[in-house]
DNA sequence: GATGAATGAGTATTCATTCAT
DNA sequence: GATGAATGAATACTCATTCAT
């Protein structure tokens, strides 16, 4: 009955693992991804050894936060391709995409250096993916949104804003609303004074390369 | 004529500041504030011994970068303030300064963190606030400027920009053009469907404390 | 039983802490206190990490030999209290310290620059005091030594001793004898002839004002 | 005419060497042997390099150091035999001896561990040890001093009271009279209660053998 | 001769990772 | 499985010594 002697364990291993996600997120958050592993263990109330039982290296640890906040990312994608209005529901979604990063502001640091692209990540930005497109290319259809803009350019515009929001931290911690309302006011089709976006949009592959050259 | 025979030690002096600063600007470009000392002294092909004799310490070498750095910009914000239209005058210096900025992609490290507070900062920053300030009035008085924004919120926009323009590093080099274009667009004048800014914009005395709670 | 697991880890650990203490009163005492870490570490067989582990800095370190070393001295305080001739306890108490520091010259230069005052060591010095006093007293009130010694001087009688030793090293390891039966005929009663000391002893909060005054 | 342009030259490099020589005292003094010799070049107004053109290297400036101030010490010796009454020429010297070595501390360390036994050294040594010896020995003639005494006693009296001056500090700079007022009274004829001197003293030989093992 | 710039080996300390218990 | 002790490579910084000017 193998059963009954590995589902208690694997509880346990489930809980240690949250535990030191959890723990991990606040460590890195406070400290960035420099902290330490032990103190990663100490905050998480487990030894070292158990970190690196249930994560290989710091870097696996690492992605697997940003695994899962890509996750909590395309729960609000998914939720906001459900509101009818199509403008309302892109620029839902970028409020609440942002306000999530913008939170957690260790985050920031790992979307720029922490994604050797890993298949992980790989198969969770293919989740996210296609319900940005999917927002993106309805607000156009409905002529809400200007046409030169790309679904690719919502990864940008989301870590601009949390680029402010890290910058500003707890002084001014909601500061980062003022730039999505400007971009926002930007991406309104183009209509008298409007300016031609000088560059082409990063194309997916594109994308893809970017994150396989991340720095580390 | 001692000044004869001191001169030409400075000048070798001189040439290896400016070798250990443009190997500073390089390493830490390609690998972030984390790179070593050793790196850069080997990059610049001085001992690091010399790097140490030029700055006492690792953070005074980075902060005399961004004090480089910070005078290059106010030269083009004085240069940008000699234009007569004034809106193209503001346009002109974001997107010159934010080419500065992306073409030096470790700055934006060194200004998230860098950033001790230290006097030479302050007083870099300090000669490039009135300049931004007066290109930012100007245009609001010409009423070519969105009336909410604020001088304090032009850092934000070119953090912002560097922040793509180092995500994106050398796969698309440009793409930050297209972000100004749309946040530029997003600073015309309020019009129908203009959002309101939903925050106040950072007063002088919070840019301050942002500089001094930066991390590290 | 968890104790049961837990002692044998322990048990190293207080092996290698006791190994590290050994190798470092060793290295100290052959090359002084700057001799490197990686040396003792060397010496006791053990990475440097290992040394870190168990005291977080080279004052640390130091400062736990300086305290063992005391408390070796106030046992033999203790045990030389308990000789009923005051004269008696009180030369085999100089006698029985200073054999002690001279056999571990290391000690003399740990006396000299390593206190820097920290809680441990002004514990463990506060253990001895009374213990010495009690001698000083004690002899004092039975006529056997010169009232105008105070036991303020013990220290210093000590300190004089261990740098005899310390400068003949393996020449001569026990001349500090010859210099310790000279003091002890000085410090007998005053009888014709007797000089008169020139200046006063240190008062207890002189003692703590050197103690906290110790270069480096 | 070498002479005409060499002596104008000497002068300068003699008093140069004589700056650095009082440079070095002072900062070894105040921050002990370990301190660097750019600190000595600056104290002394020169460059470091002039402090190498004097002294080939840091040891050789110090065993400098160490000859000076012997020949203080033979100075105060000399003048000490010229007192008719030999046991106040004893006790002159010995009070004048470490009254020199007392104001000085950083010599201590010198004393201790800068001698490595060069020839200018033991020339130095050689010139004071027989006017040691003929103080000591003209005491014991007259019957004023204890004759199990040797004059390779002398030195490790001084450099005890120099241990006490330096522990001391500026605390109590004058605490080392209570100790020589101790060992002098020490140093008596044997009367009741004498303790025998438990190890024979050092012999010449024994002291250059002392000299050529010092540490480092 | 004098200067001070350059060098690089050496030191304290940190931290990712391994492994015995 | 979990623990935390051990490891050692890596990093910032110092300083004796050399050498071009």
């Given at each position: 009955m193998p059963n009954a002697s590995d589902r208690p364990l694997r509880r346990d291993a489930a809980l240690n693992r949250r535990r030191i996600l959890h723990a991990a997120a606040e460590v890195f958050t406070a400290?960035?991804?420099?902290?330490?592993l032990d103190d990663v263990a100490r905050q998480a109330g487990v030894g070292v050894g158990t970190v690196y039982r249930r994560f290989p290296d710091k870097d696996t640890l690492i992605e697997a936060l940003f695994e899962e906040r890509l996750g909590a990312i395309t729960g609000v994608a998914e939720r906001a391709l459900a509101e009818p209005d199509s403008w309302t529901a892109l620029v839902t979604f970028l409020e609440n995409a942002s306000s999530l990063m913008a939170a957690d502001r260790g985050l920031r640091e790992i979307l720029m250096?922490?994604?050797?692209?890993?298949d992980r990540i790989l198969r969770a930005k293919a989740r996210l993916q296609p319900v940005v497109t999917a927002l993106v290319e309805r607000a156009q259809r409905d002529g809400?949104?200007?046409?030169?803009?790309?679904?690719?350019?919502m990864p940008f515009i989301q870590f601009m804003l949390t680029a402010a929001a890290e910058y500003a931290g707890?002084?001014?911690?909601?500061?980062w609303r003022r730039y999505l309302a400007i971009i926002i006011d930007g991406l309104?089709?183009?209509?008298?004074g409007t300016s031609p976006l000088p560059v082409p949009a990063a194309e997916p592959g594109q994308m893809l390369a970017i994150m396989r050259s991340l720095p580390r």
């Open positions: 400290r960035g991804l420099g902290a330490s250096y922490a994604s050797h692209g890993r809400v949104l200007r046409t030169d803009v790309a679904s690719t350019d707890d002084v001014s911690p909601d500061i309104r089709p183009a209509r008298a």
